[in-house]
């Protein structure tokens, strides 16, 4: 490899690195190695980063990032990892290349440095309807990450969770469009947190985010990773696309990762329509597109739609917008392949007899550009040209990482998370309630009582989670949390436990003494069981993520439900009134079965970190009261017909009314618990429910502001300990020209109270919030005339039903009223034209293009086909927005829309005069035409010389 070194000065501009750069150099820079290929083992078997090797692959191939953690076992501190990178950028430095990027994987919390706190996983901070929790772990994320000299974190998940069986559900913020909206860019906010007025954030001083993975990732048809998504488009764009935009236009997100899956039969790593047409034009990310884990080779080995790697990586090229291929192993083949595909001077590069596939021929050198303009300019945002990493440890982040603050505020997120979903005649908290000097017998049994790795999951320590509890530097499990509440001075319980069985549901072996001989270990859990006051049985999943954690079933191992019905059984028999408290752990909602009717209590924990056993163990002692609430459906069948919450109205199951089938009588699908259910130890009430107005309205022929709909509600904590409610405001919708949703979360607050004290709670309903993609259309958001709904308050509102059990609280009925000037493709294709800086090109603004619209037609406008016209002209554009070029090609191949109208443009009547002398004028011109043309092929008859008029006389 023949390498050209040239010095990089941290003053120069992008312009001046980029004219400096050669091809292989802007190559480099979109290459992204595994850690992997760096590391080598030192004298005493320890991994680290080889300066030989990274010399290889960053100083002379130019690698411009590198990803992961050594892995495999290893787990290195914030210093060790800082050294390593500290050796890679050495490299970098040496051969006058700009700084390497470094990617990882922190999802909760820094979860691959030893040392540092993990945090709970997304689905727990969705659990506690706090957009501060995020933020707050967003912030700790990015500080021990950057500790560590990791500047990326490939954070937040964004997708929505519709398939409960997907082993990424855990990783997401739940199934709610507007939670994982504004769950996600909280989170964005805390990892690219930067402020001046903080005296010294550390080097490196910023880190990126990474919103993933884009797009419709998370509805796999199958419920198995990786698989392909089958989404209508229309619902791609309803609630799919939302989280992505605001990540966009509200967190600012630096970075995005495109997913693993296909869309629409097309694969995300060759989608135009995704990756350039939606993500770049509509969402305008001008920031960094980073591939998933070895996607471009993908294309042929897994998705099947290139013949081979030469056009995998053309096709990636020439289709998408991505920047950075996270390879991750064969470097120098993938280099070659993109050299091999850019056109030099009008020919296409070749080596040896490897032949071209047809499609596509070629890849310009404006499009390696683009891509490595966003690298370096990504760079430059984070300071990476300015800011030079050392190896020393008198960094500031550094003594911070694993502090007691960090590990005191992830404890009080996991408690947050905790959901009491069921709690018969006030089964929990466990309180002294014996006169006597008797201590309350708690008994403890199941797989996740007693292992800190299962309530931890995934991406903790290594990427299917920590194979054992002692990699961990911290934690407490369910079982050691309860025993040492038993151990105090000052107890009421005594403790004791069996394993009951293992997390596969098979027999455990507990080593208990006195257990009679030959006794199965679930029959030695019942007979303790008997004696006990307090059952507690822990049950779930073991730690997965990704492909490896797809499942065919909801089912838990049959010996987990075994173990709770016999259980049941034996306490029954006892006659000592043993109260059962079911918690359940894992990363996805399994389903439960016999295990709620068979309990008095349940709480699901999901994952909610190493510390997560203390905070089940406070909530069951009653120190901490529980606030979390569902951020999904939890299905009570294998067919998960009640997911998601807002699923239309027409998804009913029939009624099992005895005997066989048919059944002719219907209901809304039922859940086991449904999504925002959560309990208390305490009761709250709502009162003073008062919206500002029935009418929500705008006026598209005014200049002004449409009026937002406030709503207001007072919520009063009328138990007797202090507690938290999230307040949940949804809506109703009447009817629609598509299927409405059965209700849909248009807003959520949550307030902390003590007994018997109020707070007014209050939220707004704008216009936009009413928007739907329509029936004619299956991509923009539009409004409804007319359309009626009704603002209901709670987790369990039903405001369809009047004879609704629930404790909501309805509005009546409230209106969209739109006026004479709305028509939904006009909206549309004025906003197309006003982006595109088209309108400003034409002199035309937005209220001059409404009305030169509805001029065309009061009803359809230009209609939906001219909208798709021209955004297909502003997606292809290459000239720039705005662009004299691309206006006149939308005027001109998609309708004319400056001609002469039949009203004018303030809406008069037809001018019959004026129309009839263009008639006859154009008529007039039409014959000229007609005569010159049949005149000049007679004369090209006669002479081959006169093949154009030589005067104006040949005219007369």
């Known amino acids: ?55 290889r692959y960053v100083g002379q191939l130019g690698v411009g990032s590198v990803f992961n953690a050594p892995l495999g076992g290893v787990v290195w501190t914030a210093a060790e990892f800082r050294q390593n990178i500290y050796t890679i950028q050495e490299s970098a430095k040496k051969y006058n290349r700009p700084p390497v990027i470094f990617g990882l994987d922190s999802v909760h919390g820094a979860n691959y440095i030893k040392g540092a ?78 402020s001046d007025e903080v005296e010294n954030h550390g080097i490196p001083s910023r880190a990126a985010a990474c919103g993933k993975h884009f797009l419709g990732y998370s509805m796999p048809l199958n419920g198995h990773d990786r698989s392909p998504s089958w989404i209508p488009k229309r619902h791609l764009y309803q609630y799919f696309l939302p989280s992505f935009r605001d990540a966009v236009k509200e967190g600012n997100v630096m970075t995005m990762m495109h997913s693993y899956s296909e869309y629409d039969g097309v694969p995300m790593a060759s989608s135009r329509d995704a990756l350039v047409n939606i993500l770049r034009k509509e969402l305008k990310f001008n920031g960094v597109l980073v591939t998933d884990y070895q996607e471009i080779e993908n294309l042929v080995s897994w998705h099947h739609v290139a013949r081979d790697n030469d056009e995998a990586v053309k096709l990636s090229l020439a289709e998408t917008s991505i920047d950075m291929s996270m390879v991750p192993f064969d470097i120098i083949e993938y280099q070659e392949r993109v050299e091999r595909s ?25 499009r390696i550009n683009e891509s490595v303009r966003r690298i370096l300019e990504l760079k430059e945002k984070l300071g990476m040209f300015d800011e030079e990493i050392s190896p020393d440890m008198n960094d500031l982040n550094m003594d911070l990482v694993g502090s007691e603050s960090d590990q005191d505020m992830a404890l009080q997120i996991a408690k947050s998370s905790i959901i009491l979903a069921k709690n018969d005649a006030a089964a929990l908290p466990i309180i002294n309630s014996s006169s006597s000097n008797a201590r309350t017998k708690i008994f403890v049994a199941g797989p996740t009582a007693d292992s800190i790795r299962y309530q931890s999951g995934g991406w903790s320590l290594d990427w299917q989670g920590s194979q054992k509890d002692g990699f961990f530097w911290y934690g407490k499990s369910i079982l050691r949390g309860l025993r040492d509440e038993a151990k105090k001075e000052d107890s009421f319980i005594s403790l004791a436990s069996s394993c009951g069985v293992d997390i596969m549901g098979e027999m455990c072996i507990d080593n208990l003494p006195d257990v009679a001989e030959g006794l199965s270990s679930i029959s030695t859990a019942a007979s303790m069981a008997q004696e006990a006051d307090y059952i507690v049985i822990c049950v779930g999943e073991e730690s997965y993520s990704e492909k490896p954690g797809d499942i065919h079933s909801l089912a838990l191992p049959s010996g987990q439900y075994d173990l709770v019905r ?4 034996a306490v029954s028999e006892a006659g000592r009134g043993g109260k059962i408290i079911l918690v359940v752990i894992g990363g996805r909602p399994r389903l439960l079965q016999n295990m709620v009717n068979d309990s008095d209590a349940v709480l699901l924990a999901f994952l909610p970190g190493p510390d997560g056993g203390l905070a089940i163990s406070d909530i069951i002692m009653g120190m901490h009261n529980p606030s979390g609430r569902l951020p999904i459906t939890y299905p009570r069948y294998e067919d998960a017909s009640s997911s998601p919450y807002f699923t239309s109205l027409s998804s009913q199951c029939t009624i099992d009314t005895g005997g066989g089938l048919p059944h002719y009588e219907y209901e809304p699908c039922k859940p086991e618990f449904t999504f925002g259910h ?38 009063t904590n009328t138990g007797q300990v202090y507690g938290s409610e999230t307040i949940l405001f949804f809506v109703f919708i009447e009817s629609r020209y598509t299927t409405p949703e059965s209700k849909r979360l248009i807003g959520f607050d949550k307030v902390s109270l003590k007994p018997r004290e109020s707070a007014t709670v209050s939220t707004s309903i704008s216009i936009d919030d009413m928007r739907f993609i329509g029936p004619h259309d299956d991509t923009h958001l539009v409004l409804q005339d007319g359309m009626r709904f009704q603002i209901g308050v709670g987790p369990d509102a039903d405001c369809r039903h009047k004879d609704s059990k629930t404790s909501s609280v309805c509005s009546k009925f409230v209106s969209v009223q739109l006026g004479d000037q ?35 037609d009061e009803n359809e406008g230009w209609g939906w086909n001219y909208v798709t016209c021209i955004e297909e002209v502003i997606h292809k554009n290459t000239n720039g927005s705005g662009s004299t070029k691309q206006c006149y090609k939308m005027n001109e191949l998609c309708r004319d829309i400056f001609a002469v109208e039949t009203h004018n443009v303030s809406g008069g009547e037809k001018n019959l005069r004026a129309e009839f002398l263009v008639a006859c004028s154009a008529g007039f011109l039409g014959l000229i035409i007609i005569f010159r043309s049949f005149r000049a092929r007679s004369q090209n008859k006669r002479s081959r010389v006169e093949l154009v008029p030589q005067s104006d006389s040949d005219f007369s």
């Open 1 to 55: 490899v023949l390498v050209i070194y040239r010095e990089v000065s941290a003053s120069r501009s992008i312009d001046e690195r980029m004219n400096d750069m050669s091809l292989q150099d802007k190559i480099g820079q979109m290459t992204q190695c595994d850690l992997s290929l760096l590391l080598e083992s030192d004298s005493n078997g320890m991994k680290k980063v080889s300066q030989k090797k990274a010399d």
């Open 566 to 569: 016999a259980i049941k059984k």
């Open 822 to 856: 709305y028509v939904s493709s006009c909206e549309a294709a004025c906003e197309a034209w006003d982006d595109s800086g088209c309108g400003s090109e034409f002199h035309m603004d937005r209220k001059e293009c409404r009305e030169r619209c509805l001029i065309s």
């Open 342 to 366: 850019v056109t030099k001077d009008g020919e296409i590069s070749s080596s040896g007899d490897i032949p071209y596939p047809s499609h596509p021929k070629s890849v310009s050198i404006d």
């Open 678 to 715: 959560g309990l208390s130890y305490t009761s709250f009430m709502y009162s003073d429910f008062v919206i500002s107005s029935n009418i929500l309205t705008i006026d598209f022929g005014s200049d002004d502001s449409p009026e937002n709909i406030d709503i207001f509600l007072t919520v």
């Open 117 to 194: 706190i993990l945090t709970p996983h997304q689905i727990n901070l969705a659990a506690t309807f706090d957009v501060n929790a995020p933020f707050f772990v967003g912030v700790l994320a990015s500080r021990d990450s950057r500790a560590a000299g990791v500047n990326w974190l490939f954070s937040p998940v964004l997708g929505i969770a519709m398939n409960p069986k997907w082993s990424r559900v855990y990783e997401t913020f739940g199934e709610d469009p507007l939670v994982v909206s504004r769950m996600g860019s909280s989170l964005i906010k805390g990892i690219q947190f930067y």
